[in-house]
């Protein structure tokens, strides 16, 4: 008897402890300059994509989050666009049931332009 209200409790307990927090994390992956001149491509809205897998008591993955895979989601949003500038790359940890179940993801954002080739250009 003692047993089972220990355990409703302990299940109450972790059902209503804090359900929808998240901790980012930020880190700079890499950086790129590139020189480009006002008529080498066309702007677009700033887009944002991500890829989550789920971790089990807290610890047990079955697999990463992929930032290639991040980036191709944030590039679905943007429909012209062929390249992903001031690129931000950071992991985001969702706790769905405290203990028991979180998200980790990579989120992926940045401004969708589209570069113009040399065929395009007419060189």
């Given at each position: 008897?003692?047993?089972?209200?220990?355990s409703i409790l302990l299940l109450l307990v972790v059902s209503l402890v804090g359900?929808?927090?998240?901790?980012?994390?930020?880190?700079?992956v890499e950086e790129i300059r590139i020189m480009l001149k006002p008529?080498?491509?066309?702007?677009?809205d700033y887009v944002q994509g991500e890829d989550c897998v789920g971790r089990?008591?807290?610890f047990f993955r079955f697999a990463s989050p992929?930032?290639?895979v991040a980036a191709r989601n944030a590039m679905q949003?943007?429909?012209?666009?062929?390249?992903?500038?001031?690129?931000?790359?950071?992991?985001?940890e969702r706790f769905i049931v405290p203990l028991l179940y979180h998200q980790v993801c990579?989120?992926?954002?940045?401004?969708?332009?589209r570069l113009h080739t040399a065929a395009e250009k007419g060189l």
């Amino acid at each position: 008897m003692n047993t089972r209200f220990i355990s409703i409790l302990l299940l109450l307990v972790v059902s209503l402890v804090g359900c929808a927090r998240s901790v980012p994390h930020a880190r700079t992956v890499e950086e790129i300059r590139i020189m480009l001149k006002p008529g080498d491509y066309e702007r677009f809205d700033y887009v944002q994509g991500e890829d989550c897998v789920g971790r089990y008591l807290a610890f047990f993955r079955f697999a990463s989050p992929n930032v290639v895979v991040a980036a191709r989601n944030a590039m679905q949003n943007a429909d012209e666009a062929n390249f992903l500038t001031n690129r931000h790359v950071s992991m985001d940890e969702r706790f769905i049931v405290p203990l028991l179940y979180h998200q980790v993801c990579v989120v992926v954002e940045g401004r969708a332009i589209r570069l113009h080739t040399a065929a395009e250009k007419g060189l």
